[in-house]
Nanobody, 124 residues
Framework: QVQLVESGGGLVQAGGSLRLSCVASGRTFSSLTMGWFRQAPGKEGEFVAAISNDGDNTDYADSVKGRFTISRDNAKNTLYLQMNSLKHEDTDVYYC?????????????????WGQGTQVTVSS
């Protein structure tokens, strides 16, 4: 089992920045490919970014490329999402997700472990 706990969400003005964190436990963190997803109430979940278990490979949704950066610190069992130039449409609950292995996927169904989510609200 893998436990994931997100933090760092909050209220920010459009154009501002936030950094989300996700601490993992229960499995060797370096064996996990990690991802960030977001979902608003009543809407389908959306892929945001993913990073391979060794941090060498990343993938981003087109909507966040150039604004968001995914990274990880395997020594601290922590995943990050640096979000810059935030827009009102980035308002969502953000979830971190994990899967065993090194392959990157944008489909949420590929990830077997999920955190509880952290709310990001961007005021326009």
């Amino acid at each position: 089992q893998v436990q994931l706990v997100e933090s760092g969400g909050g209220l920010v003005q459009a154009g501002g920045s936030l950094r989300l964190s996700c601490v993992a436990s229960g499995r060797t963190f370096s064996s996990l490919t990690m991802g960030w997803f977001r979902q608003a109430p009543g809407k389908e979940g959306e892929f945001v970014a993913a990073i391979s278990n060794d941090g060498d490979n990343t993938d981003y949704a087109d909507s966040v490329k150039g604004r968001f950066t995914i990274s990880r610190d395997n020594a601290k069992n922590t995943l990050y999402l640096q979000m810059n130039s935030l827009k009102h449409e980035d308002t969502d609950v953000y979830y971190c997700a994990a899967r065993l292995g090194s392959s990157l996927y944008s489909e949420g169904g590929r990830y077997g472990y999920w955190g509880q989510g952290t709310q990001v609200t961007v005021s326009s």
